[in-house]
């Protein structure tokens, strides 16, 4: 018998007949990949391929990206507006006139009767940038609600107002490129491989050349932390105590940049009296990091002649996630680490455009990062649109995890979702249950009419997704990128821009605000609105953004080249041009284990799916791989309580329960549980989400459950159910 490669088969793809090849940009993470589409002589995509010249990605794409033309035809795309009266009647299909009709209706009733602010819009990092302004232009100069907010908070909040408190504004201020050449990089609570996998490759490309130190600071072995040099397998929530006990050994060990200091920061006395109390021993036992290596890695990073910091939720969500990040900027500020290449505070960003609906979406304030307690900034956006000042709020309102206990107190009677799920996606599932049903109204704009949150819709408006429409989105590194028509939206579902212009119509000031309908000329008013601001797309077009394979903000109208990066010139965006060094005294405040919840509950997600599976869930090329909710336990810790590999167990908070396959793994450690939470009715019945007081940040990632083994059949039902078998 033949082994090996004479056995071996050549591989050979199935022959697609390809007509015509169209650019585009991938909709799922903001790693923001660019992707051509395979169309056929019907007009349909069937294959899809990574652009080669693309500075991004260089040709790769992770196995969302490939088959993320398939989602053109997955089961559950809503094809008709639907319509009911009553919560949980059937829903019929309706027109576009009367769905819309009943919107406007709907809100301009509910206002009327409880004030401007009881109707909120919850929208979402994964629109098109034009139809994020667009919507905004709906929201803050048509509607008039103040409480309007995205599940951004959900994800990129505490690193927008990490940013904004250090450097005196939103804007990740390094790039992919400083991969190659940083001497030192500390990834916290990321886990690149699986949920950034092309960003991870560049990491990894880079590292090859010039093997630089890998220092991961996550509880969980993942895939990233296999791969590091060192791994700091961190007490969850306690990464300001490790950032703190950093900036002591530097500063004890005269490891600092004193000019840089001198010339680009203040605050400086205030900062280095508070971590003096951060020495390593006390640091250690709270962080459960050992001195040594606090010490070690502390030397390592200010040390290196450029040294690097990115990260993602482990800091994002928790209690302590702006503090976070204010860490990590102060870490690199104190080392002269921002804006040189190898040299940078790099938050990864979530969503496709969870960056694009930073800057143009006026959710937590007016267009192109203005703010509304700016009188000028509601000057300058009024006269644009053409409206009076004094229509917009003179301060921001609610974010969107404030504006949920706000239904259940009833200061919200209406509630429009805008491609997002909370059903799914918030903490404390049968709390939102409870929420969701005291609204007076509430529509849903989703790809998806099988989407959970849906259920308690009485208007659902189908909206197009992705390539079924046009426009850019900025990805991670301030790259804005195209994407193009590849197919219309099915049935009758419209792209949202057009939906967000048809609404418009029905208010007053619908009448007075321009709303063009191609997303170039909707391009062409952002670029004007950000002329001579610090995200200034002036300089770019549609056409130029395809030509470059994107382009990164700032580039201004005369600019001949887009920028890398952030803060070169030591200058920040604060008042006096300083980045603010900033104390943060520790205070626990999580749900910690205890005697009656003694395990640490740790989500997060997986490589084949994305969020809450309306659109992997009906990939085959990815739920196969992971079609089921389970849990990584540690085996140690289920041997005492009689748990095996592969039967099910039941996890139970104070908020609820859920049951999971259990998977046991090393990966975690003995007194942590870690479950992805793309699967409904599972992890979120039982998560907490505490909120950061600064960004409004749930702390998905911290709280503490019980574990039971559960007999098999009455297991195999409930988690059935939680899998949807599409
Ligand atoms: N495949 C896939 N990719 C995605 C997504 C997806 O759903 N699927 N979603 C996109 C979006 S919106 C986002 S926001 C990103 C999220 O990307 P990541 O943040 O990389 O992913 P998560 O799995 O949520 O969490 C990352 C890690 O945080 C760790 N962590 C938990 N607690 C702590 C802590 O206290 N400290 C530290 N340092 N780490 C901790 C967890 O153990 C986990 O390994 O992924 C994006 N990419
Ligand atoms: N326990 C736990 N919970 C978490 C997290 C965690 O780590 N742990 N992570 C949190 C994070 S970081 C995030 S970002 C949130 C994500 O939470 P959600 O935003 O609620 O989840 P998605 O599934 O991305 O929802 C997006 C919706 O938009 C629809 N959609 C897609 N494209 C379009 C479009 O072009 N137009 C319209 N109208 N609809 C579209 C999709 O069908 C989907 O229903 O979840 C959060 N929840
Ligand atoms: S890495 Fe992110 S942007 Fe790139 S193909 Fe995968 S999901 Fe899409
Ligand atoms: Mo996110």
Known sequence: MLFGRNQKKPITLPEKKVEEWVYTTCGYCSTGCAIEVGVDSEGRGITARGVADADVNRGKLCIKGIFEYELFNTPGRGTAPLMRERRFDDFKEASWDDALDKTAAEFKRIQEKYGPDSVAIVSTGQLITEEFYTLGKLAR???????????????????????????????????????????????????????????????????????????????????????????????????????????HVILAEGL???????????????FEALVAQYDPVTAAKICGIDEDTIRNVARLYAKANQAMSIWTMGINQSTHGSDGVVGINSLNLITGNIGKPGGTSLSITGQCNAMGTREWSS???????????????????????????????????????????????????????????????????????????????????????????????????????????????????????????????????????????????????????????????????????????????????????????????????????????????GKFNHADGKAKLI?????????????????????????????????????????????????????????????????????????????????????VPYNMVFVPFHFHECVNRVSLGLLDPHSRQPAFKQSAVRIESVEQQAAAAVTNRAARSF
């Open 363 to 569: 959710c937590s304030g007016l267009p192109g990062y203005r703010v509304l307690e700016n009188p000028e900034h509601r000057q300058e956006v009024a006269d644009f649109w053409g409206i009076d000042p004094e229509f917009f709020p003179k301060q921001r309102g609610m974010a969107q995890t404030d504006i949920f206990p706000a239904i259940e107190t009833g200061q919200i009677k209406a509630l429009w979702l805008v491609a997002t799920n909370p059903m799914t996606s918030m903490p404390n599932t049968a709390r939102i249950r409870k929420t969701l049903e005291r609204l007076e109204f509430m529509v849903v704009q989703d790809a998806y009419a099988d989407v959970e949150s849906n259920e308690y819709a009485h208007v659902y408006l189908p909206a197009g997704l992705w390539a079924e429409k046009e426009g850019v989105m900025t990805n991670t590194e301030r790259r804005v990128n195209l994407i193009k028509n590849v197919c219309p939206p099915p049935g009758e579902a419209k792209a949202d821009l057009w939906i967000f212009n048809q609404l418009a119509k029905r208010f007053d000031n619908g009448k007075l605000i321009n709303f063009p309908e191609s997303a170039s000329d909707v391009f062409d008013e952002m670029r004007e609105l950000s002329k001579g601001r610090f995200l200034d797309i002036s300089g770019m077009s549609h056409e130029k953004i395809e030509q470059s394979r994107g382009l990164q903000w700032p580039m201004g109208e005369t600019a001949e080249e887009d920028s890398a990066r952030l803060y070169s010139d």
């Open 583 to 667: 104390p943060l005294p520790y205070i626990e405040n999580n749900e910690c284990p205890d005697d009656d919840y003694p395990f640490w509950l740790n989500s997060g997600r997986v490589v084949e799916h994305f969020h809450t599976r309306t659109r992997t869930g009906k990939v085959g090329n990815q739920n196969k791989f992971s079609p089921t909710p389970y849990m990584e336990m540690n085996p140690d810790a289920a041997r005492e309580l009689g748990i095996e590999h592969m039967s099910y167990a039941r996890l139970t908070s104070r908020r609820g329960d859920a049951v999971v396959l259990v998977q046991l793994t090393q990966r």
């Open 141 to 247: 100069g048509c509607i008039g609600t103040n409480n309007y907010d995205g599940n951004t908070t959900l994800c990129m909040a505490s690193a927008v107002s990490g940013y904004k408190r250090s450097f005196g504004s939103d804007g990740p201020p390094g790039c992919y490129d400083d991969f190659s050449h940083t001497d030192c990089l500390i990834a916290f609570g990321s886990n690149l491989p699986e949920q950034h996998p092309v960003i991870y490759w560049r990491m990894r490309e880079a590292r090859e050349k010039r093997n630089f130190p890998l220092i991961v600071v996550d509880p969980r072995v993942t895939m990233l932390a296999q791969f590091a040099d060192i791994h700091l397998a961190i007490t969850p929530g306690t990464d300001v105590v490790l950032l703190n006990a950093l900036a």
């Open 256 to 270: 600092e940049d004193r000019a840089y200091i001198e010339t680009s920061t203040s605050g400086f006395a205030e």
